[in-house]
């Protein structure tokens, strides 16, 4: 562990941004970070809060994976997904909004799904959970967003909440305590899991590892900042979680490597190095 954690950090200082991480080998327990507590833009890495909020209120019987999701105009003045170029007012499945906020990031239906839960439940969910550096700001950031923007103007949240949450997950697939405790069954963790691991974009996170890797996981791109988070798999067996946060990228290196390339970059080299120190 702690020449992987050396190395890690290597990795990033290497680099003339922010970059914060969390770490945790599911085999033994072991779990390490750096800036893990620091507070920064979350973007669309969020939606697994959102998610999780959303199947703790399916439990509860408060909604249904099978209710009608309207797909109105309002919620399509976005960039991010597929729904903002279809023609407005039809419907969808409760689960089939969550599916697409997912795998392709879609923010008409974030927008919708948010404005069902409510930003105060979700919050109150990722309180409930220990996401203590996580505030849901807006159901879907509001745009444009200028590079210089204050830090608690948008969606926040920390490496060390998301690799809590997703820890949670996992084990909340395996064991009624934990999944009781994120306010769901363990099939409705089992079904996050299965949500997260369609993830659509294939970039980050497993984009050096071999391919077929199994990742559940969430990116998330803001105007000065690239994310990952997830859970690596061996076979079908999780291996690792690691939550990757980048700040402050400039749009170009002094190289003239473009900023979201030299970040998107790093992160799946933090990710291959944990992998091929695990697998």
């Not at 039809?90 to 239906?109: E, G, H, P, Q």
């Not at 405790?181 to 071999?210: F, M, N, V, Y």
Request: aromatic share 6%; with cysteine.
């Amino acid at each position: 562990m702690d020449a992987l954690v050396r190395q890690l950090n290597d990795m990033c200082e290497e680099l003339p941004f922010h970059t914060g991480w969390f770490f945790k080998d599911i085999r033994t327990g072991a779990s390490s970070h750096r800036n893990g507590d620091v507070v920064v833009p979350s973007a669309s890495v969020r939606k697994i809060a959102i998610l999780m909020t959303a199947l703790k209120a399916v439990y509860e019987g408060k909604l249904s994976l099978d209710q009608r999701v309207s797909i109105e105009a309002r919620y399509q003045d976005n960039d991010s997904g597929c729904f903002q170029h279809l023609e407005p007012d039809f419907s969808i499945s409760f689960r089939d909004a969550l599916v697409m906020m997912i795998i392709v990031s879609d923010n008409t239906c974030t927008g919708a799904v948010a404005d069902i839960l409510g930003l105060d439940q979700i919050n109150t969910f990722s309180r409930l959970v220990g996401m203590r550096g996580t505030t849901h700001r807006h159901g879907v950031p509001p745009l444009p967003m200028d590079l210089n923007h204050p830090r608690d103007y948008t969606n926040t949240t920390t490496p060390n909440d998301v690799g809590l949450l997703l820890d949670m997950i996992v084990k909340g697939g395996r064991d009624p305590a934990v999944s009781k405790g994120l306010g769901c069954t363990l099939d409705l963790c089992l079904l996050a899991l299965e949500i997260l691991s369609w993830q659509k974009l294939k970039t980050r996170l497993p984009s050096l590892l071999p391919l077929g890797t199994k990742v559940a996981h969430k990116t998330g791109t803001g105007v000065r900042y690239y994310n990952d988070a997830g859970i690596i798999y061996l076979g079908e067996e999780p291996l690792f979680v690691l939550s990757v946060f980048t700040e402050n990228v400039p749009v170009e290196l002094s190289d003239g490597t473009p900023g979201h390339t030299a970040a998107s970059r790093l992160i799946g080299e933090l990710c291959h190095a944990c992998y091929k120190s695990l697998s």
